[in-house]
């Protein structure tokens, strides 16, 4: 680790096999780069002025769980590899991007894939061409 105030800093930790956490930050504590690795599972991103570039590939969304409010069981347990390419506005809060879910499950909804296109800002997601493909026929 590497870090003094004003000016930045970058975390990396390796543990077994390929596993890996690698932080860059700028003087403004904003990430300039980021790599999550645990084994085939990975999540990168870099800064380019204002933008965040997220590239996906693979990773559990059960690490999202603790987003679904507690009281609602009904979308527990969620399961499934997510892949996909967001861009992030970082000073606007806004973003788009296409991804793609294998195995999708959602409470007792099992299905072979899910794909999309998210944009959010001004506290609004939308999801635009949506395909959930229950089985392996279309």
Do not use: C, H, W
Request: glycine fraction near 12%; hydrophobic fraction near 40%.
């Amino acid at each position: 680790m590497n870090f003094q105030g004003g000016q930045g800093g970058q975390l990396d930790l390796a543990g077994s096999n390929q596993d890996r956490i690698a932080v860059s930050v700028g003087a403004n504590y904003r990430p300039t780069s980021f790599l999550i690795q645990r084994n085939q599972s990975i999540a990168s991103g870099r800064t380019e002025g204002e933008n965040l570039f997220v590239n996906v590939k693979d990773f559990p969304i059960a690490v999202a769980r603790n987003l679904i409010p507690a009281d609602n069981l009904n979308l527990q347990p969620i399961a499934g590899n997510i892949s996909g390419d967001l861009a992030v506005n970082l000073d606007k809060f806004t973003g788009s991007g296409d991804i793609a879910i294998a195995q999708p499950r959602i409470g007792r909804v099992n299905a072979e894939s899910f794909r999309g296109r998210l944009n959010f800002g001004n506290g609004i997601a939308s999801l635009i061409n949506g395909e959930l493909q229950l089985d392996e026929k279309k």
